[in-house]
């Protein structure tokens, strides 16, 4: 990426996402997204999308975090110290002059929107489904979607005409996931690249570098509603080797510490410096790739296609734990290094991902 750094010099750059979610993974991408096409030479800004009753849905979310689970009284001051803590990180990521989300019109011209990465085109998104901001209705600027998603809108749903008419006014298409691709060949008749999510593409600061010192004995544990035959193997594991279990920004309680508070850069870090992760979450996966760890996964419902899909595409599919999964394959997916070719894919990924980039923001202009 240090040759490129000026592929993208003086293109004026809006982003269109999820920016404001008090979910580490939509910050990061956010960020990461944002970061990396300046690191491009691009005047890459955030669009600072705002809406009253979403900001209000997101933070009674925030308190309960682990739902259909009731939050337990005590953990509400924690909460609100990770909500606080995103709150001052939305503040320092590269915003523009903030507009009514239903009211893209007020947005500023741009040399493009690149709309994505996460979950900008699931109608099925508790507050954010449907709305045709993200499907490029009102804005002026040519359109480019970079990583962008259904989510868990399955493809065999198909879409339906007038979002697939949104969609053909974009200048060029991609998604980060199979099943999103298969929703966009059915509705379109096109072909959408199939790109990294932006946290790989552009990796963070606060990813763990081979020749620096980092705390021993911790798996990270991110997500929530974990079943209970993976607490159990998981919990034997870390008792048979020594290691503390600990959940991030969500309470497990059969984990041994609570770090409930922790911000999107606390976040980065506990997942960097940790021994192996276990995860229900397509970006507790994104950070064990990025730092090399061991890990487990097992999606929850919501994220089977995406999380399905990233591992199939970097060969790591024995990594998605099962009821069928044995102890012994704990005690190695937790403890044995990723394989070397998970880092060539990547690698592959990241020039195929790049080069989309830059054919698409040529073809704005050609």
């Known amino acids: 990426m240090h040759g490129r750094r000026q592929l993208l010099q003086g293109k004026r750059l809006g982003i269109l996402t999820f920016h404001r979610c008090i979910n580490y993974g939509s910050y990061w991408q956010a960020r990461c997204l944002a970061d990396g096409l300046a690191e491009m030479g691009a005047d890459a800004m955030l669009l600072?999308?705002?809406?009253?009753?979403?900001?209000?849905?997101?933070?009674?979310?925030?308190?309960?975090?682990?739902?259909?689970?009731?939050?337990?009284?005590?953990?509400?001051?924690?909460?609100?110290?990770?909500?606080?803590?995103?709150?001052?990180?939305?503040?320092?990521?590269?915003?523009?002059q903030a507009f009514p989300l239903r009211q893209p019109e007020e947005v500023d011209e741009y040399d493009a929107v690149v709309v994505g990465s996460d979950e900008v085109w699931n109608l099925r998104h508790p507050w954010y489904g449907g709305c045709a901001t993200f499907y490029g209705d009102g804005f002026r600027s040519p359109l480019i979607a970079y990583a962008a998603s259904f989510g868990n809108q399955d493809a065999a749903d198909g879409l339906a005409d007038h979002w697939a008419d949104r969609l053909r006014k974009f200048s060029s298409l991609s998604v980060r996931d199979e099943n999103s691709r298969s929703i966009i060949g059915a509705a379109l008749g096109a072909e959408a690249e199939v790109v990294l999510d932006p946290c790989l593409q552009f990796p963070p600061p606060c990813?763990?570098?081979?020749?620096?010192?980092?705390?021993?004995?911790?798996?990270?544990?991110?997500?929530?509603?974990?079943?209970?035959?993976?607490?159990?193997?998981?919990?034997?594991?870390?008792?048979?080797?020594?290691?503390?279990?600990?959940?991030?920004?969500?309470?497990?309680?059969?984990?041994?510490?609570q770090c409930l508070d922790a911000g999107p850069d606390e976040f980065a870090a506990l997942m960097a410096g940790a021994d192996a992760v276990v995860t229900s979450f397509f970006h507790g996966c994104v950070f064990a790739l990025l730092n090399r760890r061991p890990?487990?996964?097992?999606?929850?419902?919501?994220?089977?296609?995406?999380?399905?899909?990233?591992m199939g595409r970097v060969g790591t599919q024995r990594h998605i734990a099962t009821v069928e999964t044995k102890a012994g394959d704990y005690a190695a997916l937790l403890s044995e290094p990723l394989d070397p070719a998970v880092g060539d894919r990547l690698s592959q990924l990241r020039r195929r991902s790049t080069d989309f980039l830059l054919g698409a923001l040529a073809a704005c202009h050609a």
């Open 207 to 257: 990813v763990w570098q081979a020749d620096e010192p980092r705390r021993d004995g911790y798996i990270a544990l991110y997500g929530h509603n974990f079943p209970g035959w993976l607490s159990r193997h998981v919990s034997a594991f870390a008792q048979a080797n020594g290691r503390c279990v600990v959940s991030i920004g969500y309470r497990n309680d059969w984990a041994d510490e």
């Open 295 to 310: 890990f487990v996964t097992v999606p929850s419902h919501y994220r089977f296609n995406k999380v399905h899909d990233l």
């Open 48 to 96: 600072d999308h705002r809406s009253a009753p979403i900001a209000s849905k997101e933070l009674r979310c925030a308190f309960r975090p682990i739902l259909p689970a009731a939050t337990p009284r005590a953990d509400f001051p924690a909460y609100g110290r990770k909500i606080r803590r995103f709150v001052q990180a939305f503040e320092h990521l590269p915003l523009s």
